[in-house]
């Protein structure tokens, strides 16, 4: 059986890789609490609840439908967790060919029960020839 710190880090990389790679909203209530609160340096205001999840990865999304988010690393203990990654994404008519980087950031996302009660995300650019004017997560 696994650790809660080692479970905790399944649950991260299953909201990655399921709701913001390929766009999975219907996971958003089982991993995400009623009273979450996520601190992004995309939005003027704190994000709240499954609601404000699923608004900021679907605007995301529909903005970017080439938005690829890579895990580089993860630390957890008890509740929390750590992970740094990088966001990739495919430049018009490439399909699928022509991935850049474009950010790398650090989310700290604290779980209560499998679920991500509140997070703080800090990124910076990778590629400043993609990002004029944008804004990742």
């Known amino acids: 059986m696994k650790n809660v710190s080692e479970l905790n880090k399944l649950k991260v990389r299953l909201f990655v890789e399921a709701v913001w790679n390929e766009g999975r909203l219907d996971l958003i209530d089982e991993l995400v609490a009623a009273d979450y609160i996520g601190h992004f340096p995309c939005s003027e205001t704190a994000v ?29 203990e008890d509740d929390r967790v750590v992970t740094c990654w990088q966001t990739t994404t495919t430049e018009p008519g490439t399909r699928g060919a022509g991935r850049t980087a474009s950010y790398t950031g650090i989310s700290v996302i604290r779980l209560l029960a499998g679920r991500q009660v509140d997070s703080h995300t800090e990124c910076t650019v990778s590629s400043p020839a993609r990002s004029a004017g944008r804004t990742r997560t």
């Open 48 to 76: 709240a609840g499954p609601e404000g999840v699923s608004r900021l990865v679907s605007d995301h999304r529909r903005a970017d439908p080439g938005l690829y988010v890579k895990i580089m690393d993860q630390i957890a």
